[in-house]
């Protein structure tokens, strides 16, 4: 996709003049597309942003990176250029709340007041709670296609790799795109089975969880592929430390009365999903349940403790799948939700736990997970999602980048709304 650079990009702002309207926690796709939305909506409204990083990037994409279906360098940006135009960008870090007083603390010292604030900051990747991952990943054969500077790394294991032990991991739920760590098992697999290196390869996919996709409709396509790639799963298989050097990796295996064993496995190629959580600076907050994340009103998204608090993205309580796919509704949920509350009226908009998870099973054709909350399928497309097919490949290849860097983030609201 060509790079439709902003006329005049953002720079880094120092504190607004006046307290904004709007103060939004986060410049990823939530962010970036609430302010999008909230511009498009209201042209005069005061919306400062909080992001620190000068890259922005398109995650969905890496799956594809890392089986050499894309190029990585086509999933990042410049910040400056993702911003809209209007919205003061603030380059900090935020490192504190204080919901009371409507103000929030930042990296470099200031203090920010506001009148509505909405979070988005994501989720955390918690690499160092595998013992030893830290110092092994990016090279000895261990990868992972959650860090854009290890999914190339993970198509040049793949490509390189002749046969052996390749084990993939999947951690305890919530993740982002939950079905991200098969993605890379099948399109690894695929490969090599289209290499003639199949009987070969023993593939390995260990899960910390009882299933091997959360919504039950799905899974026997996605049995069919386990099955063609003759991939042996490990349900309640927790990894707990790697040692690269020896390419060992340790496992806690529990079973369903909680008993529990460590088994050391050797590998060739080991592809691992960090456990993940609430950002540090969430959990730590009065924002956060007992669990750390920002508790909302699964319906509105409105903070349950704060009325001028929202939040979307991978942060939130609710129960929908954290995944791009979602926030593209959530955004129009607290853009319009939040509006009204500005204008004290009812909140007028409902999310219905809408998310999407194009599940790559092989090159030319995916299984297009769409569903909502208590697993309600909830498809957008003339398709069976149930069963694998290649215009479902089309779109995750070609249509949905597009529909990410020129809807999401600007304000377009392509096939947005949720069902309620």
């Known amino acids: 996709m060509p790079h439709d650079v902003t006329p005049n990009p953002a720079t880094p702002q120092g504190t607004p003049p006046v307290v904004p309207d709007v103060l939004i926690m986060g410049g990823g796709a939530a962010g970036i597309g609430l302010a999008a939305s909230l ?3 209201r042209p005069a409204l005061r919306i400062s942003l ?23 360098a086509r999933t990042a940006r410049r910040t400056a250029e993702c911003i809209p135009a209007g919205v003061t960008w603030i380059q900090a870090a935020v490192t ?28 955390q990747l918690n690499w160092e709670a595998i ?51 098969q993605k890379a098992m099948y399109l690894s697999a695929d490969y090599w089975q289209r290499q003639g290196l199949l009987n070969q390869c023993k593939t390995e996919f260990h899960l910390a969880g009882p299933a091997l996709f959360g919504v039950k409709d799905y899974v026997p396509a996605l049995m069919e592929y386990v099955e063609k790639y003759r991939i042996a799963l490990n349900f309640g298989s927790h990894l707990r430390a790697v040692d690269g ?11 369903a009365d909680g008993n529990s064993q460590t088994v050391d496995k050797p590998f060739d190629l080991l592809h691992v999903v960090p456990p993940q959580s609430a950002p540090d600076v969430i959990r730590a907050s009065a924002l956060a349940n007992e669990a750390g994340w920002v508790d909302v009103d699964p319906n509105t998204l409105r903070s349950a403790r704060h009325a001028n608090v929202f939040a ?34 009812t909140l007028p908009t409902r999310y219905d736990g809408y998310g999407a998870c194009p599940l790559t099973v092989e090159r030319g054709k995916v299984v297009l997970a769409e569903f909502g909350y208590n697993g309600k399928l909830l498809p957008t497309f003339p398709l069976d999602g149930t069963k694998a097919n290649h215009i479902a490949w089309v779109m995750k290849k070609h249509i949905f980048p597009w529909v990410y860097w020129e809807c999401l983030l600007r304000g377009r609201e392509w096939l947005a709304r949720s069902t309620n």
Not at 97 to 116: H, I, K, T
Not at 245 to 255: G, H
């Open 312 to 345: 979307l993205g991978d942060v939130i309580s609710a129960s929908n799948a954290k995944t791009a796919a979602a926030v593209r509704k959530q955004v129009v949920v607290v853009a319009e939700n939040l509006l009204a509350a500005l204008d004290g009226q």
């Open 96 to 123: 504190g709340f204080a919901p009371e007083q409507n103000r929030v603390m930042l990296s470099d010292g200031r203090q920010l007041n506001y009148r509505y604030l909405a979070v988005c900051p994501g989720l």
């Open 245 to 255: 050097q020896r390419k060992v990796a340790r496992f806690e295996i529990k079973d």
């Open 39 to 41: 511009r498009k909506r």
């Open 50 to 72: 909080i992001e620190p990083s000068d890259t922005h990037y398109y995650q969905p994409a890496w799956t594809l990176v890392g089986a050499g279906e894309f190029e990585s």
């Open 131 to 181: 013992d030893g991952l830290t110092d092994t990943l990016g090279k000895n054969g261990v990868t992972s296609n959650y860090r854009f500077d290890l999914a190339p790394y993970t198509w040049q294991l793949v490509k390189e790799f002749r046969g052996g032990n390749a084990l993939f991991t999947q951690p305890p739920m919530p993740i982002k795109c939950a079905g991200a760590p």
